[in-house]
C-alpha cells in the first residue's frame, strides 16, 4: 500500500498532468479557431478569384467575328491556315531527293600541287600527275556595294556651235543615289520577309559593310513599291463592278485611327485615316 507521502505526490503528479493538457488544449482551441478564420477568407478570394478568371476568359474569348469588336482588337486567336501534315520533319519515305552534282564548267579552279617528295625529298615540280581528284564546292562570292560612275559627254559642234549632251540611263536621276537592285532587295526582304527597317538596315550593313539608314530605306520602299503602282490599283478598283469596302481600327502614334480598304479579288487599296466615315473616303478618293 502507498504511503500518505506517495499519495500526495501521486495526486500532485496527476494533477500537473491534468493542467498541462489543458493548457495544451486551449492552445490547440485558438490554433483551430485561427484556421477556421483563415480558411473562411481564403474560400472568399477563391471564390472571387474564380469570378475573375471566368470574367477574363470570357473577354478572351470575344473577338471581331462574335462580338461588335473590330478585328484589330483580336488577340489569342490567331489561326494558321497550315493544315497538319502528320509526316515527320525532313524527306519523306520514297521522295526523290536532289543533291549537288559537279559542273562542267566552274567559276575558279585552285590547284592543290604536290612540289615535294615526302619519302626522300627529291622536288615534284616537274613530274606530271597521273591523277587528278576534283572536289568542288558551290558558295556565295563575297558580296560587296559596288560604285558605278556615270560619264555624260557634253559637246560643242565645230561648225554651228550647238551644243550636245549624251543621255544618262533613267534610272540615273541624282548626283548620288542608290541603283535598282539594291532598292529591290530592300522593298523584297521589308514587304515579302516583313523585316523591319531597323533590322533590314542592320543586316545590309552585316552583309554589305554598308550602313544606310532607316530613312533612306524607308523613302526606297515608298518610292518603288508604292507610288509606281497605286495608280494602277486605283484604276482596276475603279473599273470593276464589284467592290468591297471596310475599315478596323488602328493605333498610330498612340491615338485611334482607322485602316480603310477597298479592294477586288485581285487588288486592295489599303489607307489609314482618323475618322472613320465619308471624311475618310472622300479623302482617300476611291468611292467618290
Request: glycine share 4%; charged share 20%.
Amino acid at each position: 500500500m502507498l504511503t500518505v507521502q506517495q499519495a500526495v505526490f501521486t495526486v500532485e503528479n496527476l494533477i500537473g498532468k491534468v493542467q498541462q493538457q489543458k493548457q495544451l488544449i486551449t492552445h490547440q482551441q485558438q490554433v483551430i479557431e485561427q484556421l477556421l478564420t483563415e480558411n473562411k477568407q481564403l474560400r472568399k478570394e477563391n471564390e472571387q478569384l474564380k469570378y475573375r478568371v471566368q470574367e477574363l476568359e470570357a473577354r478572351t474569348k470575344k473577338n471581331s467575328s462574335n462580338s461588335h469588336l473590330p478585328p484589330s482588337s483580336d488577340r489569342f486567336h490567331t489561326h494558321s491556315s497550315r493544315q497538319p501534315s502528320g509526316n515527320k520533319p525532313g524527306g519523306q519515305e520514297g521522295h526523290q531527293g536532289t543533291t549537288l552534282h559537279q559542273v562542267e564548267h566552274p567559276h575558279h579552279r585552285v590547284v592543290h600541287r604536290v612540289n615535294t617528295c615526302q619519302g626522300c625529298g627529291a622536288s615534284l615540280c616537274e613530274v606530271k600527275p597521273f591523277r587528278v581528284d576534283v572536289r568542288q564546292v558551290f558558295d556565295l562570292p563575297p558580296v560587296t556595294i559596288e560604285v558605278t560612275q556615270h560619264e555624260r559627254e557634253v559637246k560643242s559642234c565645230p561648225h554651228c556651235r550647238c551644243v550636245q549632251q549624251a543621255e544618262f540611263p533613267p534610272h540615273v536621276t541624282n548626283h548620288v543615289q542608290y541603283g535598282p537592285r539594291l532598292t529591290a532587295l530592300v522593298v523584297y526582304l521589308h514587304h515579302i520577309q516583313l523585316i523591319p527597317y531597323k533590322r533590314l538596315s542592320d543586316t545590309i550593313e552585316a552583309l554589305y559593310q554598308h550602313s544606310v539608314s532607316t530613312g533612306t530605306l524607308a523613302n526606297m520602299v515608298k518610292r518603288e513599291a508604292l507610288e509606281s503602282n497605286m495608280d494602277i490599283i486605283e484604276d482596276a478598283l475603279l473599273e470593276s463592278n464589284i467592290l468591297h469596302v471596310d475599315d478596323t481600327s488602328l493605333c498610330i502614334n498612340g491615338k485611334l485611327a482607322w485602316v480603310h480598304v477597298a479592294c477586288t479579288s485581285r487588288y486592295t487599296y489599303l489607307a489609314p485615316h482618323a475618322s472613320r466615315g465619308k471624311k475618310a473616303t472622300d479623302d482617300i478618293g476611291i468611292l467618290p
